[in-house]
């Protein structure tokens, strides 16, 4: 008789006890990769300074960076960045938000690429950005009737965002920019 190793699934519950950085996807713990990359770290920054003073004059919307979204009692996840468009109810995010991007690092990739973009189209995150730092490029996704359909890739161009309460221009060129002008 074969013997099937027995698959352990968590909750949130258990994943509150962690130490460490930990994503958790439908019951498997996932290990965050070691701190950012000073690339990834740039880039993340670079749409975070943007989409916060795009939202500067929106009363509903709010940029957030690096923040626990607990999608339900067997899924955490945490974004690069994101917004939201709702007052939370507690300390952690426990709905869907509007806009999400992911910058993308080498050991993340199929995570981000696939595990992720499943888990948000499910969710119904109406908006999934996957930033490329290396090739200088963004991948932008729109939920449409359930199903994430590609709305381009983005380089120096520029996108507008419509969320739930509001819309905004995004310029990509500004997250390839260094400071003192340095591509």
Not at 33 to 58: G, K, N, T
Not at 70 to 84: G, K, M, S, W, Y
Request: aromatic share 12%.
């Amino acid at each position: 008789m074969s013997m099937q190793p027995a698959v352990e699934a968590y909750t949130v519950q258990d994943y509150l006890q962690w130490e460490g950085d930990w994503e958790l996807i439908h019951g498997q713990p996932v290990a965050m990769v070691p701190s950012p990359s000073f690339d990834h770290q740039q880039v993340s920054a670079a749409v975070f300074r943007q989409l916060d003073e795009s939202l500067d004059d929106c009363p509903y919307c709010q940029a957030v960076f690096e923040i626990d979204v607990e999608f339900a009692q067997d899924t955490v996840v945490r974004p690069d960045v994101l917004v939201i468009c709702y007052q939370p109810e507690s300390e952690r995010l426990t709905r869907a938000p509007d806009l999400i991007f992911e910058v993308i690092s080498p050991k993340t990739t199929r995570r981000d690429e696939v595990v992720k973009f499943e888990l948000y189209r499910t969710e119904g995150v109406p908006h999934y950005v996957l930033v490329y730092p290396e090739a200088k490029k963004a991948k932008v996704w729109r939920l449409v009737e359930g199903e994430y359909r590609k709305v381009g890739d983005f380089h120096d161009e520029t996108h507008c965002f419509k969320l739930s309460k509001c819309a905004f221009d995004f310029d990509f060129s500004r997250l390839w920019k260094r400071k003192g002008g340095q591509p």
